[in-house]
């Protein structure tokens, strides 16, 4: 996975993510997720937006699981690798992992299993399309057993 690849997203920690201590709330890996999945989504040529005019359709977080391995804090660098790991009749899922850069290193901050289905405005469940079932399945990287 190189710098310039779908799956890496790079950020850094802003002062409303954080306490009055500098470290990233709990809830905000929860955010910066999201902005890994929508930059993974837009560099596929699928953005949110584009899925949902073209398609009418939006993706919803089922569940999520998340594994906190050490803090973030105030004006972190931020490395986001998102990861399709398996995509269903209307359902992905995704593993990222959200990292810290240090000195050329990253240290993981976080571990994210995050299952979503497809829905249309009405919040039913829907088949995702062919045209961007193809375009996911070109990144789909299945976990090992």
Do not use: W
């Not at 802003?14 to 955010?31: C, N, P, R």
């Not at 240290?107 to 961007?132: E, Y």
């Amino acid at each position: 996975m190189t710098l310039d690849s779908p799956q890496r997203f790079i950020t850094r920690i802003y002062y409303a993510e954080t306490d009055a201590g500098g470290v990233v709330y709990h809830s905000k890996y929860l955010d910066l997720a999201e902005r890994g999945r929508m930059e993974f989504l837009r560099r596929i040529g699928q953005s949110v937006g584009a899925v949902q005019a073209a398609y009418g359709l939006i993706f919803a977080v089922r569940h999520c699981d998340i594994e906190y391995v050490a803090p973030a804090r105030l004006e972190d660098e931020i490395v986001i690798a998102t990861h399709l790991t398996e995509l269903g009749g209307a359902s992905v899922q995704f593993r990222q992992v959200i990292n810290k850069t240090l000195d050329q290193r990253l240290t993981v901050l976080a571990k994210l299993q995050i299952s979503l289905v497809a829905i249309n405005a009405a919040g039913k469940p829907v088949r995702i399309p062919d045209g961007l079932r193809a375009a996911l399945q070109n990144f789909l990287e299945p976990l090992a057993e």
